[in-house]
Nanobody, 124 residues
Framework: QVQLVESGGGLVQPGGSLRLSCAASGRTVSSYGMGWFRQAPGKEREFVAAINYSGGYTRYADSVKGRFTISRDYGRNAVDLQMNSLKPEDTAVYYC?????????????????WGPGTQVTISS
């Protein structure tokens, strides 16, 4: 079993930045892809970013490409999401997840473990 806990969410103004972190416990996740998803009120959970087991390959949703950066910290058994140039439409609960495979997967069905989520609100 893997337990995930996200941190770093909060309220920021448009154009601001936040860094989300997700720490895994229970076992090492270095052999698996990891990802970030988000869910806004009344909407389905959507893919944001993913990284493969080695950290050498990343994928992003078109809506965040160029603004968000996903990275892994093997020492912390964690994955981070640096979010810059934030927009009101980025407001959502953000979830990190561990994939069932080593690749940077983009669909929820490829992920086995999920964190409880952290709220990100972009508003002036």
């Amino acid at each position: 079993q893997v337990q995930l806990v996200e941190s770093g969410g909060g309220l920021v103004q448009p154009g601001g930045s936040l860094r989300l972190s997700c720490a895994a416990s229970g076992r090492t996740v270095s052999s698996y892809g990891m990802g970030w998803f988000r869910q806004a009120p009344g909407k389905e959970r959507e893919f944001v970013a993913a990284i493969n087991y080695s950290g050498g390959y990343t994928r992003y949703a078109d809506s965040v490409k160029g603004r968000f950066t996903i990275s892994r910290d093997y020492g912390r058994n964690a994955v981070d999401l640096q979010m810059n140039s934030l927009k009101p439409e980025d407001t959502a609960v953000y979830y990190c997840a561990v994939a069932q495979l080593a690749a940077a997967a983009t669909t929820t069905v490829d992920y086995e473990y999920w964190g409880p989520g952290t709220q990100v609100t972009i508003s002036s």
